[in-house]
T-cell receptor, first 113, second 116 residues
Framework: SQTIHQWPATLVQPVGSPLSLECTVEGTSNPNLYWYRQAAGRGLQLLFYSVGIGQISSEVPQNLSASRPQDRQFILSSKKLLLSDSGFYLC????????????FGDGTRLSIL | SQKIEQNSEALNIQEGKTATLTCNYTNYSPAYLQWYRQDPGRGPVFLLLIRENEKEKRKERLKVTFDTTLKQSLFHITASQPADSATYLCALGDTVRGSTLGRLYFGRGTQLTVWP
Protein backbone atom coordinates (compact mmCIF):
# COMPACT_ATOMS: atom_id res chain seq x y z
CA SER A 1 0.00 0.00 0.00
CA GLN A 2 1.02 3.58 -0.48
CA THR A 3 2.21 5.83 2.33
CA ILE A 4 3.27 9.43 2.56
CA HIS A 5 5.69 10.85 5.11
CA GLN A 6 6.28 14.43 6.12
CA TRP A 7 8.85 15.77 8.54
CA PRO A 8 9.32 17.37 10.85
CA ALA A 9 5.91 17.32 12.52
CA THR A 10 6.52 20.67 14.21
CA LEU A 11 9.07 23.37 13.63
CA VAL A 12 9.81 26.69 15.30
CA GLN A 13 12.02 29.01 13.31
CA PRO A 14 13.14 32.63 13.70
CA VAL A 15 12.27 35.25 11.11
CA GLY A 16 14.89 35.37 8.38
CA SER A 17 16.05 31.78 8.81
CA PRO A 18 15.96 29.21 5.97
CA LEU A 19 13.43 26.41 5.68
CA SER A 20 13.39 22.91 4.27
CA LEU A 21 10.39 20.61 4.63
CA GLU A 22 10.50 17.17 3.11
CA CYS A 23 7.83 14.85 1.85
CA THR A 24 8.30 11.33 0.50
CA VAL A 25 5.85 8.83 -0.95
CA GLU A 26 6.22 5.06 -0.89
CA GLY A 27 4.43 2.32 -2.78
CA THR A 28 3.69 4.14 -6.02
CA SER A 29 5.54 5.63 -8.95
CA ASN A 30 5.11 8.77 -11.07
CA PRO A 31 2.69 10.41 -8.64
CA ASN A 32 1.49 13.97 -8.88
CA LEU A 33 2.70 15.83 -5.79
CA TYR A 34 1.28 18.88 -4.05
CA TRP A 35 2.16 21.34 -1.28
CA TYR A 36 -0.61 23.15 0.59
CA ARG A 37 -0.65 25.68 3.42
CA GLN A 38 -3.49 25.87 5.91
CA ALA A 39 -3.54 29.09 7.91
CA ALA A 40 -5.65 29.39 11.06
CA GLY A 41 -9.32 29.78 10.16
CA ARG A 42 -8.67 29.38 6.46
CA GLY A 43 -8.95 26.60 3.96
CA LEU A 44 -6.12 24.71 2.35
CA GLN A 45 -4.31 26.86 -0.18
CA LEU A 46 -2.51 25.09 -3.01
CA LEU A 47 1.07 26.38 -3.18
CA PHE A 48 2.88 24.11 -5.65
CA TYR A 49 2.26 21.02 -7.69
CA SER A 50 4.51 18.71 -9.68
CA VAL A 51 3.76 16.15 -12.38
CA GLY A 52 7.34 14.85 -12.66
CA ILE A 53 10.95 15.15 -11.56
CA GLY A 54 12.12 18.73 -11.84
CA GLN A 55 8.68 19.95 -12.96
CA ILE A 56 7.26 22.50 -10.50
CA SER A 57 4.28 24.80 -10.97
CA SER A 58 3.45 27.59 -8.55
CA GLU A 59 -0.12 28.57 -7.80
CA VAL A 60 0.51 31.75 -5.84
CA PRO A 61 3.39 34.22 -5.65
CA GLN A 62 5.21 33.84 -2.40
CA ASN A 63 8.37 33.59 -0.39
CA LEU A 64 8.59 29.82 -0.82
CA SER A 65 9.92 27.48 -3.48
CA ALA A 66 9.57 23.78 -4.19
CA SER A 67 11.74 21.12 -5.76
CA ARG A 68 11.34 17.50 -6.81
CA PRO A 69 14.79 15.94 -7.01
CA GLN A 70 13.45 12.38 -7.16
CA ASP A 71 10.22 10.81 -8.36
CA ARG A 72 8.76 10.40 -4.88
CA GLN A 73 10.42 13.27 -3.04
CA PHE A 74 9.02 16.77 -2.76
CA ILE A 75 10.75 19.56 -0.86
CA LEU A 76 9.42 22.94 0.25
CA SER A 77 12.04 25.61 0.89
CA SER A 78 12.63 29.20 1.77
CA LYS A 79 15.81 31.23 1.95
CA LYS A 80 14.42 33.71 4.49
CA LEU A 81 11.25 33.04 6.45
CA LEU A 82 8.67 35.74 7.08
CA LEU A 83 6.17 35.90 9.94
CA SER A 84 3.42 35.36 7.38
CA ASP A 85 4.90 31.95 6.49
CA SER A 86 3.54 30.48 9.72
CA GLY A 87 0.96 27.77 9.21
CA PHE A 88 0.24 24.10 8.76
CA TYR A 89 1.97 22.71 5.68
CA LEU A 90 0.58 19.64 4.02
CA CYS A 91 1.99 17.47 1.29
CA UNK A 92 -0.24 15.26 -0.86
CA UNK A 93 0.12 12.78 -3.69
CA UNK A 94 -2.23 11.47 -6.34
CA UNK A 95 -2.20 8.91 -9.11
CA UNK A 96 -1.80 10.57 -12.47
CA UNK A 97 -5.11 9.21 -13.78
CA UNK A 98 -8.02 11.56 -14.11
CA UNK A 99 -10.46 12.22 -11.28
CA UNK A 100 -8.41 10.59 -8.56
CA UNK A 101 -8.42 11.67 -4.91
CA UNK A 102 -5.43 13.16 -3.18
CA UNK A 103 -3.78 11.49 -0.20
CA PHE A 104 -2.31 13.73 2.46
CA GLY A 105 0.51 13.47 4.94
CA ASP A 106 0.04 14.56 8.52
CA GLY A 107 1.60 17.95 7.96
CA THR A 108 4.22 20.19 9.53
CA ARG A 109 3.17 22.86 11.99
CA LEU A 110 5.50 25.80 11.32
CA SER A 111 5.74 28.67 13.79
CA ILE A 112 7.82 31.72 13.00
CA LEU A 113 9.11 33.80 15.91
CA SER B 1 -11.44 34.10 -9.28
CA GLN B 2 -13.34 31.11 -7.98
CA LYS B 3 -15.04 31.29 -4.62
CA ILE B 4 -15.96 28.27 -2.52
CA GLU B 5 -18.26 28.62 0.48
CA GLN B 6 -19.19 26.00 3.01
CA ASN B 7 -22.46 26.82 4.69
CA SER B 8 -21.27 27.38 8.19
CA GLU B 9 -18.13 27.16 10.20
CA ALA B 10 -19.74 24.89 12.78
CA LEU B 11 -22.65 22.47 12.91
CA ASN B 12 -23.84 20.73 16.08
CA ILE B 13 -26.28 17.83 15.91
CA GLN B 14 -27.52 15.06 18.12
CA GLU B 15 -26.36 11.49 17.68
CA GLY B 16 -28.57 9.54 15.30
CA LYS B 17 -29.64 12.56 13.26
CA THR B 18 -28.60 13.32 9.71
CA ALA B 19 -25.93 15.97 9.26
CA THR B 20 -26.17 18.00 6.06
CA LEU B 21 -23.24 20.15 4.97
CA THR B 22 -23.38 22.56 2.06
CA CYS B 23 -20.74 23.64 -0.41
CA ASN B 24 -21.49 26.46 -2.85
CA TYR B 25 -19.16 27.81 -5.47
CA THR B 26 -19.06 30.68 -7.97
CA ASN B 27 -17.03 31.61 -11.02
CA TYR B 28 -16.03 28.01 -11.54
CA SER B 29 -17.01 24.88 -13.42
CA PRO B 30 -15.19 21.93 -11.88
CA ALA B 31 -15.01 18.60 -13.64
CA TYR B 32 -15.46 16.92 -10.25
CA LEU B 33 -15.86 17.67 -6.58
CA GLN B 34 -14.47 15.88 -3.54
CA TRP B 35 -15.19 15.78 0.17
CA TYR B 36 -12.55 15.22 2.83
CA ARG B 37 -12.53 14.75 6.58
CA GLN B 38 -9.90 16.44 8.71
CA ASP B 39 -9.24 15.75 12.38
CA PRO B 40 -7.29 18.25 14.53
CA GLY B 41 -3.57 18.25 13.75
CA ARG B 42 -3.93 15.71 10.95
CA GLY B 43 -4.03 15.80 7.18
CA PRO B 44 -7.36 15.54 5.35
CA VAL B 45 -8.68 12.09 4.51
CA PHE B 46 -10.57 11.47 1.27
CA LEU B 47 -14.21 10.47 1.60
CA LEU B 48 -16.08 10.78 -1.71
CA LEU B 49 -15.60 12.04 -5.26
CA ILE B 50 -18.45 12.99 -7.57
CA ARG B 51 -18.12 13.88 -11.23
CA GLU B 52 -20.01 16.67 -12.98
CA ASN B 53 -22.20 14.19 -14.85
CA GLU B 54 -23.20 12.39 -11.64
CA LYS B 55 -26.08 13.57 -9.48
CA GLU B 56 -25.47 11.49 -6.39
CA LYS B 57 -22.87 9.20 -4.82
CA ARG B 58 -23.15 7.01 -1.74
CA LYS B 59 -20.72 5.24 0.52
CA GLU B 60 -22.04 3.52 3.62
CA ARG B 61 -23.63 6.30 5.74
CA LEU B 62 -22.34 9.05 3.46
CA LYS B 63 -24.13 10.63 0.52
CA VAL B 64 -23.05 13.50 -1.69
CA THR B 65 -25.02 15.33 -4.35
CA PHE B 66 -23.74 17.64 -7.06
CA ASP B 67 -25.93 20.20 -8.79
CA THR B 68 -23.92 22.00 -11.48
CA THR B 69 -26.85 24.31 -12.25
CA LEU B 70 -27.10 25.54 -8.68
CA LYS B 71 -23.31 25.25 -8.30
CA GLN B 72 -23.82 23.38 -5.08
CA SER B 73 -22.90 20.12 -3.40
CA LEU B 74 -24.61 18.65 -0.37
CA PHE B 75 -22.87 16.17 1.92
CA HIS B 76 -25.01 14.01 4.20
CA ILE B 77 -24.03 11.77 7.10
CA THR B 78 -26.94 9.62 8.18
CA ALA B 79 -27.27 8.07 11.64
CA SER B 80 -24.49 10.34 12.84
CA GLN B 81 -22.21 9.26 15.67
CA PRO B 82 -19.88 11.17 18.00
CA ALA B 83 -16.98 9.61 16.08
CA ASP B 84 -18.14 11.58 13.02
CA SER B 85 -17.12 14.80 14.79
CA ALA B 86 -14.46 16.45 12.64
CA THR B 87 -14.00 19.21 10.07
CA TYR B 88 -15.33 18.40 6.62
CA LEU B 89 -13.78 20.01 3.58
CA CYS B 90 -15.24 20.51 0.14
CA ALA B 91 -12.74 20.60 -2.74
CA LEU B 92 -13.29 21.50 -6.37
CA GLY B 93 -11.27 19.83 -9.09
CA ASP B 94 -9.72 21.15 -12.28
CA THR B 95 -11.93 22.88 -14.83
CA VAL B 96 -10.07 21.43 -17.79
CA ARG B 97 -11.86 18.24 -18.79
CA GLY B 98 -9.44 15.39 -19.14
CA SER B 99 -6.73 17.18 -17.20
CA THR B 100 -4.41 15.00 -15.16
CA LEU B 101 -2.99 17.86 -13.11
CA GLY B 102 -5.38 17.04 -10.30
CA ARG B 103 -5.37 20.44 -8.68
CA LEU B 104 -7.87 20.93 -5.88
CA TYR B 105 -9.32 24.13 -4.45
CA PHE B 106 -10.68 23.83 -0.94
CA GLY B 107 -13.37 25.55 1.07
CA ARG B 108 -12.69 26.56 4.66
CA GLY B 109 -14.53 23.57 6.02
CA THR B 110 -17.41 22.95 8.39
CA GLN B 111 -16.66 21.73 11.90
CA LEU B 112 -19.21 19.07 12.77
CA THR B 113 -19.87 18.11 16.38
CA VAL B 114 -22.15 15.16 17.12
CA TRP B 115 -23.24 15.02 20.74
CA PRO B 116 -24.64 11.97 22.49
Amino acid sequence: SQTIHQWPATLVQPVGSPLSLECTVEGTSNPNLYWYRQAAGRGLQLLFYSVGIGQISSEVPQNLSASRPQDRQFILSSKKLLLSDSGFYLCAWRHRDRNQPQHFGDGTRLSIL
Amino acid sequence: SQKIEQNSEALNIQEGKTATLTCNYTNYSPAYLQWYRQDPGRGPVFLLLIRENEKEKRKERLKVTFDTTLKQSLFHITASQPADSATYLCALGDTVRGSTLGRLYFGRGTQLTVWP
